[in-house]
């Protein structure tokens, strides 16, 4: 059955209008008014459908973890919205009042703020921030973050409220580094335990911080439910209590917020998006994120991974296949009004992203004619042959993801058209994950969230990234990109770092090792009682403390108060 | 009668054993693991991963790993689930009451309206209610459990919100709830799962019932009994009925099972966290112990729910002999 235009702007104008009127918000939300203090108080329930998996953000491994600890556990300092990574620029106080750069910055001094306390009441010292870094370096504690700071030499200990961090080299993310990837854990909780058995102890579940926000319970599969910390140095949260009611699945997460059990949801359906354009009781909310996603060719052979891939190891049919492309066409036909195109190989919210770059056009007699020159020509069954190989690969896609397999079908059909024939491998994610680690692919719908660094960048398109563990899944190798990403990493002059970048990403393009498809639009729901503010793109609930429910707009759930969990 | 029993025990062992060894192995055999899982994202060294898999014993041959779960679970311990972050024992010990409560409640209401609406049906056998309600049972009999669960959890929960959407307890309030509050949001929580466990269930016991009731009044001791004064509707219940018995115990021997298994769609409709989902969802997560663990504790349940039929139809009917 086909669907005419008319009907389909019928049906998702009310959610464009929406959207669209979100986007003109950028990063904030809503224009509301200050919370007073009557509007101190309230419970906001957040409907999702995992579980963590630790209150220790050493040990993370899911995006809740990071949320959930994000709200426990404070840093040194506290990167800004535009997230610039470069320096101490925009870095706000948080356990460190203030700090010091030595004269050759191959150290930095921190003074701690003396009001910081941990939710059991001990106050934080120098020694718990030299704990931590040991605790995330130590490999026995299995920790992700450990290959992030791997330039910081040591911390030592001037006085118990004063610590001086040393780096191996001087380069222009250090201090970002420091702060933003080693949360300060309590050393009097944790010391008596072994790196290695923390995973699996009690004392990694207590989520005892010094967050504006402390553990109140963890009911494994139920529910975590955080309280404001009314002792705070850094002043209580304005909501009473946040509350994660975990689901089994997403359908009945998201079954759950509709029905009025929770006040947010995050990454809704765009088919839940019309329905909640309707709603009065909830409404939309955009936030920024740093995840794109991209068709990647395997430049290697899955069979041998040292030898090129017998059809993309050839540039030519790279860009070919690029330009078969209707990028436009097929994220309307995906996400309709509600998709964003990706602009190259880099989300757009990053601070050195350019969203002027151009890319390979839309083409097919030009991909036929590439093609034809490569020395693929028609064969039986209009697909194209060179010395006996038919134009034949597989696309993988995680078969939980409803707009990678919606992309892949509209890719075949787009490859067909210019003599290639495309085989989709739908799985699930742990043989997707396993596949892609492996190199093991012809091409695949990979999608990725970048932490807001240019060396975070650098795993997924440089040599090094190709190694086990890195993220450059397509094997992409360019002595001049990493040159160029090596100079952008290493310049402390931030609008040299975004032309290195810039020239990066150009070379990556011109090599179409990828064809860049969408970035996926973040549309959460949220009651409409709930104000909120600033959204980071590295995490919208970094400014959840101070989210708010007007006095006047409570319901049962806003007036239990900070009575203790029985 | 023991040698019976011993023989039928060592039976069950063997097929737990078997269906727990091919559940590790073909486990195994799919590609990733628990580590690919829950370390999939930017910084992650193969170093780290290399750690995790120690750290977990995912390191080892996969016999090792096979002789050291088994040697654990003789012990009674299953292992440590990656995906609960807790000892394998301690989430079916959750989760296995959650289901128990559920599909216990389910099965008793089904019995009870399935052999009522049986008996209901045989009294006027072809009339114009064992008409229609044939007709009705053939509907729920026919109706996929998640599209029943949807249509209850959408009309109740969402177009008139009188019931809560799905979950144990209310995820905020119920902590903060007199006990008699508390009894109440949870049998709300229970209704709309119950109802609909139930009415698919009783559609299908009610089917086996009247089936069951049709074959005995045809037989001459029932003919004998009405003869001798007794009305219809006595005879049906008093003799009748209990002679019919024998299918339905069987079919309430054989589910059993769903004590410990769950039921799955209805588990996920209504976010009920019960052994069918947190299997299932320990598949996803490539969670080799919780899924072995889980295979055992419901392989278990499968081979006692058929003895226990089988001894229980030997006690109701004195013509079956055990040997």
């Known amino acids: 059955m086909r669907i005419s235009l008319q009907t389909r702007v ?6 464009a209008i929406a959207v669209l009127g979100l986007a003109g918000c950028k990063g904030t939300e809503q224009a509301a008014t200050t919370a007073g203090p009557a509007d101190i108080g309230g419970t906001m329930v957040i409907s999702t459908a995992t579980d963590a998996g630790t209150m220790l953000p050493v040990l993370i491994g899911s995006n809740l973890d990071r949320q959930v600890t994000d709200l426990l556990y404070d840093r040194l300092a506290d990167i800004s919205t535009e997230l610039v990574t470069v320096g101490d620029r925009g870095f706000k106080p948080q356990l460190a009042q203030r700090w010091e750069w030595s004269r050759d910055s191959l150290s ?55 610590v001086v961090a ?81 689901s089994p699945d997403a359908a009945s997460s998201v079954t759950r917020f509709f029905a009025g059990d929770a006040d947010f949801h995050e990454q809704l359906r765009t088919d839940n998006l019309a329905q909640l354009a309707k709603d009065t009781v909830r409404r939309l909310m955009r936030y920024p994120n740093l995840q794109h996603a991209y068709l990647a060719f395997n430049l290697v052979d899955p069979a041998n991974t040292s030898r090129p891939h017998p059809i993309f190891g050839d540039r030519a ?150 190694k086990p563990g890195g993220f450059n899944f397509p094997s992409y190798s360019n002595p001049a990109v990493d040159a160029l990403l090596d100079s952008a990493t290493v310049t402390f002059d931030f609008a040299r770092t975004r032309t290195y970048a810039r020239r990066a990403f150009e070379m990556i393009m011109e090599d179409a090792p990828g064809v860049w498809l969408y970035e996926p639009l973040t549309l959460g729901g949220i009651d409409r009682r709930v104000r909120v503010g600033d959204l980071r793109a590295d995490g919208y609930w970094a400014t959840m403390a101070d989210w708010w429910i007007p006095a006047d707009k409570r319901s049962a759930r806003d007036r239990i108060g900070l009575r203790p969990t029985p | 009668m023991r040698r019976y029993l011993a023989g039928r025990v060592l039976q069950g062992v063997g097929v737990v054993l078997m269906i727990a060894t091919l559940t590790y192995v073909l486990l195994h055999l799919a590609p990733g693991d628990p580590i690919t899982m829950s370390l999939d994202r930017p910084g992650v060294t193969e170093a780290t991963r290399a750690e995790w898999r120690r750290a977990y014993g995912l390191d080892r041959p996969l016999g090792e ?62 009339g114009h209610r064992d008409r229609w309600m044939g007709r009705v049972l053939l509907l729920l009999y026919s109706v996929p459990d998640f599209w029943l669960a949807l249509l209850a959890l959408l009309l109740f929960a969402y177009r008139i919100p009188v019931l809560p959407a799905g979950g144990l307890v209310d995820p905020v309030m119920y902590e903060y709830l007199t006990p008699s509050q508390q009894l109440v949001d949870r049998l ?32 001459d001791w029932m003919r004998t009994a009405l003869a001798k004064g007794l009305s219809w509707r006595k005879a049906v219940r008093r003799h009748a009925l209990r002679n019919a018995l024998l299918p339905t115990i069987t079919l309430a021997g054989l589910s059993l099972p769903a004590l410990a298994a769950g039921a799955l769609f209805v588990e996920k409709v209504f976010s009920w966290p019960g052994m069918g989902l947190v299997t ?8 080799y112990p919780l899924v072995t663990g889980g295979v055992l504790v419901i392989s278990v349940m499968v081979v006692a729910g058929a003895l226990l039929a089988d001894l229980v139809i030997a006690l109701a009917d004195p013509r079956v002999r055990l040997r």
Not at chain 2, 101 to 110: K, N, Q
């Open chain 1, 317 to 466: 049919v790279r860009r070919a296949l690029s330009m078969a492309i209707d990028r436009r066409a097929m994220l309307r036909n995906v996400f309709d009004t509600l998709g964003q195109l990706s602009y190259g190989p880099f989300p757009s919210k990053l601070p050195v992203a350019d969203t002027t770059l151009p890319q390979l056009p839309y083409d097919t007699a030009a991909a036929r004619m590439l093609l034809d020159s490569a020395g693929w020509v028609m064969g039986p069954g209009a697909v194209r042959v060179k010395d006996g190989r038919r134009l034949e690969f597989g696309l993988t896609v995680p078969n939980s993801s409803a707009p990678r397999k919606a992309y892949s079908v509209l890719l075949q059909e787009a490859f067909r058209r210019i003599g290639a024939s495309v085989k989709i491998e739908e799985m699930d994610f742990p043989s997707f994950s396993a596949k892609q680690a492996a190199h093991g692919f012809d091409t695949e719908i990979a999608a990725y969230g970048s932490d807001p660094s240019v060396s975070g960048f650098k795993q997924a398109w440089s040599t090094e990234g190709m």
């Open chain 1, 166 to 246: 040393w780096f191996k080299m001087r380069t222009p993310e250090q201090f970002y580094e420091l702060v933003y990837q080693i949360p300060v854990m309590p050393e009097h909780l944790l010391a008596n335990t072994p790196p290695g058995e923390l995973k699996t102890s009690d004392v990694s579940r207590r989520g005892i911080g010094s967050g504006r926000f402390r553990l109140a319970k963890w009911a494994p599969g139920q529910r975590i439910e955080l309280v404001a910390d009314t002792a705070n140095y850094r002043g209580r949260p304005k909501l009473d209590r946040v509350v994660y009611s975990i």
């Open chain 2, 65 to 126: 790993q096979y002789l050291r779960w088994v040697a654990g679970a003789a012990r009674g311990d299953l292992g440590y689930s990656y995906s609960h972050h807790r000892p394998v024992g301690d989430v079916i010990a959750e989760a296995l009451p959650r289901t128990a409560l559920l599909t216990g409640l389910a099965l008793l209401l089904s019995f009870g309206v399935g052999i009522a609406v049986g008996v209901l049906q045989v009294e006027r056998a072809g």
């Open chain 1, 108 to 162: 930095i001094t921190f003074h701690l703020n003396p009001a910081a306390r941990w939710h059991d009441g001990r106050p934080v010292r120098a020694s718990d921030v030299r704990f931590s870094l040991g605790l995330v370096k130590n490999p026995a504690t299995g920790s992700a973050i450990s290959s992030l700071v791997t330039n910081i030499d040591s911390v030592s200990i001037r006085d118990s409220l004063t």
């Open chain 1, 10 to 15: 019928r049906r998702w104008a009310p959610v």
């Open chain 2, 280 to 287: 299932v969802n320990a598949i996803g997560a490539r969670d």
């Open chain 2, 188 to 219: 709300r929580h229970l209704v709309l799962p119950v109802t609909t466990l139930t009415l698919l269930t009783s559609a299908v016991i009610a089917r086996y019932q009247r089936s069951a009731l049709l074959e005995v009044i045809a037989t």
